[in-house]
């Protein structure tokens, strides 16, 4: 299976704690986009990059926030001194280009996070 | 305030039925649309999308409809069928400035498909 894979899918840490995400997109895509879910929302945009560079960020993201697209292959999103308000289901997605048909973003299982 | 508006939180259809999930937008800017379906505990995945400058798509059993005067969309499944329960998430992306291609996502619809 060649889609988008996130590693850990779970991860439960204690609020004031550093956690690390990673996310593998689809090989040939160029595009790859962070959201967060909450319960009984739909998914929310937290930054993209297209290869290696950041093109956008939400207000979302804050400075505690961070994230990397080194050599524009995998991705990770760092979230410092987590607090309870981060729990969430973190979610990366790829695409080839950017919305248009044939462009469609695929999502990964996610990275469930909960912060005690 | 909500770009994407998909206003009931649930519906419940019998199996050979037709399934038909609404959804509304306000930002006049956008112009392409997708539904996604989503299980629990997995990522969303995509199902059909549409353009601004079509009103219908098909595909197999799913078609969106695009009404853009009166920026409303509709995902129709025919026939349903139990499988497809899951929550239907409708999304929106506009092409200006630096926000090409985020998607803006509804809060979902829970769809039921009863035997």
């Known amino acids: 299976d060649t889609g988008v894979s996130q590693d850990p899918r779970h991860k439960i840490t204690k609020r004031g704690q550093n956690v690390t995400f990673r996310c593998d997109p689809i090989?040939?895509?160029?595009?790859l986009y962070w959201y967060r879910q909450t319960l009984g929302q739909g998914p929310e945009f937290l930054t993209y990059?297209?290869?290696?560079?950041?093109?956008?960020k939400s207000r979302l993201l804050s400075d505690r926030f961070s994230a990397e697209r080194p050599k524009g292959s995998f991705s990770t999103l760092e979230i410092q001194r987590t607090e309870q308000g981060d729990s969430a289901m973190y979610l990366c997605?790829?695409?080839?280009?950017?919305?248009?048909?044939?462009?469609?973003?695929?999502f990964g299982p996610g990275t469930r996070l909960t912060v005690l | 305030d909500q770009q994407v508006k998909q206003n009931s939180p649930s519906l419940s259809v019998q199996e050979g039925r037709i399934s038909i999930l609404n959804c509304d937008y306000t930002?006049?800017?956008?112009?392409?649309f997708l539904w996604y379906k989503k299980y629990p505990a997995e990522g969303p995945t995509f199902l059909i999308s549409i353009s601004s400058i079509k009103d219908k798509n098909e595909d197999g059993r799913f078609t969106v409809f695009l009404n853009k005067s009166a920026k409303h969309l509709s995902l129709h499944i025919v026939p349903s069928q139990p499988g497809d329960s899951a929550v239907y998430f409708c999304?929106?992306?506009?092409?200006?400035?630096?926000?090409?291609?985020?998607?803006?996502f509804g809060k979902g619809t829970k769809l039921s498909v009863k035997p």
């Open positions: 930002n006049s800017m956008f112009d392409y």
């Open positions: 999304a929106a992306s506009a092409n200006y400035g630096g926000s090409q291609g985020n998607l803006i």
């Open positions: 090989s040939e895509h160029n595009r």
């Open positions: 997605a790829s695409s080839l280009g950017w919305g248009r048909a044939g462009n469609e973003q695929f």
């Open positions: 990059f297209q290869n290696e560079a950041q093109l956008e």
